[in-house]
């Protein structure tokens, strides 16, 4: 089906290993981004990519790494897990290169739930 | 910082009545959107506001953006179970770059 997919769903791994988180999309979206939910910060942007090989970075982008070589695939990796970085994690597309006027839908995957002990 | 302040942070109420979620900042944006995410699940998109003082409705859901562009409200008439879900307003400062609030968590019980 098309669509966005994040794998894994769940996780949980222990402090200073590295974890990437997968992100693949069907739609040949353009931008894509990654995101971090927690009780009582909501959505917080760790990284975003405009297109292959494109990245920049969000609030929030420490301890995080991002590539993107291909179109579809924008994987997030935590070089060496920390507690802090327990969170529940989402991937987002777009397609649309606004101008700013708040036209642009985001697509959500489904989470990844990762708990660093 | 949380630029978005949402309230309440939570809201638990019978089928059949009404309920209002707002969406407060001391910034501008240039427009606002409104999703609403379920357990184990992503945030999907219910509507975006772009001009001051416009209005939008979703069948029983009623978006309103603040004529300064600074706040919103959704208002939900008659709840159904079905509303049932954390309500997030996300404000749009540049392409790519959204504010999201906290969000509120919604109940509608039978």
């Known amino acids: 089906d098309a669509g966005i997919t994040q794998s894994p769903r769940y996780k949980i791994t222990e402090t200073g290993r590295q974890v990437t988180l997968m992100c693949h999309q069907t739609?040949?979206?353009?931008?894509m981004f990654w995101y971090r939910q927690d009780l009582g910060h909501g959505l917080r942007l760790i990284y975003y990519?405009?297109?292959?090989?494109?990245?920049d970075k969000g609030e929030v982008p420490d301890g995080y790494v991002v590539s993107r070589s291909k179109t579809e695939n924008f994987p997030l990796t935590l070089e060496s897990a920390t507690r802090s970085q327990t969170s529940v994690y989402f991937c987002?597309?777009?397609?649309?290169?606004?101008?700013?006027?708040?036209?642009?839908?985001?697509?959500f995957g489904s989470g990844t739930q990762l708990s660093v002990l | 910082t949380q630029l978005l302040e949402q309230s309440p942070q939570f809201l638990s109420i019978q089928e059949g009545e009404n309920l209002t979620v707002y969406c407060n900042s001391s910034?501008?944006?240039?427009?606002l959107q409104w999703y609403r995410q379920e357990p184990g699940e992503g945030p999907v998109l219910l509507v975006t506001?772009?001009?001051?003082?416009e209005v939008k409705k979703l069948k029983r859901l009623t978006f309103q953006f603040g004529d300064a562009r600074k706040d919103s409200s959704l208002h939900i008439t008659a709840a159904q179970p079905g509303d049932t879900g954390l309500y997030l307003c996300?404000?749009?400062?540049?392409?790519?770059?959204?504010?999201f609030g906290a969000g509120t968590q919604v109940v509608v019980t039978p």
């Open positions: 987002a597309s777009s397609g649309r290169q606004g101008t700013g006027t708040g036209v642009e839908k985001l697509f």
């Open positions: 739609w040949s979206h353009s931008y």
């Open positions: 990519s405009a297109a292959a090989d494109i990245t």
């Open positions: 910034s501008v944006f240039s427009s």
């Open positions: 506001v772009v001009t001051g003082g």
């Open positions: 996300a404000g749009v400062f540049s392409w790519g770059k959204l504010q």
